[in-house]
């Protein structure tokens, strides 16, 4: 059975972005449509707990955090250290991740860290005869193709404004935390 991670950083003024909130949607989706009974958020960055209160009622199932003043600034180092002590707590086969600057840079290499692969620039997610699918575009957004991978962890990288956003009432979440 799958175990999906949705892995979002807050920005430096402490607010969650757009495409955080569309890769919650997009991981209560795709958890929805596979039949899992619920997923898991992790926020990375420094002063989580407005991040995370604000997606408190957004179906998950678990939330873990990492929150250090080390991670308000994006760095290398940091960012990839945190991320794969987040993907290995959460046990995760599946983390999706909004298409930053930020994990675009880092998620790649915590993803061979993690022996896992890799998808960038996801288009859509879907599920067909129970396997989860991928969406992207190739050749200049000419060809579209839908690919599955047997590996794990699958490290899915969703392109802003891909899946629509998740919005809700804010609550008060207990975060696992994360010690990197």
């Known amino acids: 059975m799958e175990t999906i991670l949705v892995l979002v950083h807050n920005d430096s003024d402490g607010a969650l972005p757009k495409s955080a909130c569309e890769a919650i949607g997009a991981g209560a989706r795709l958890a929805a449509d596979a039949g899992i009974s619920g997923f898991s958020v992790g926020v990375i ?5 407005p991040s995370l209160d604000a997606l408190a009622l957004c179906g998950a199932t678990r ?20 991320a794969e002590a987040m993907a290995r707590a959460a046990g995760a ?3 999706l991740a909004p298409m930053t600057s930020r ?5 790649p290499g915590v993803t061979h860290r993690l022996g896992g ?4 620039h996801a288009t859509g997610l879907a599920v067909a005869d129970g396997e989860i699918g991928v969406t992207r575009w190739f050749y200049r957004q000419r060809m579209e193709a839908t ?4 590996e794990r962890p699958w490290v899915i990288l969703l392109d802003q404004g891909a899946c ?9 979440v207990t975060a696992e935390q994360v010690v990197v």
């Open 117 to 120: 692969r890799v998808d960038t």
């Open 93 to 95: 086969s599946i983390v």
């Open 164 to 172: 629509p956003t998740w919005s809700g009432a804010a609550g008060r």
């Open 103 to 107: 994990w675009a840079r880092v998620l």
């Open 147 to 150: 690919l599955n991978r047997t």
């Open 63 to 82: 939330f873990l955090a990492v929150d250090h003043a080390e991670l308000g600034q994006s760095r290398y180092a940091t960012d990839a250290a945190a």
């Open 45 to 49: 960055g420094c002063g989580v707990q």
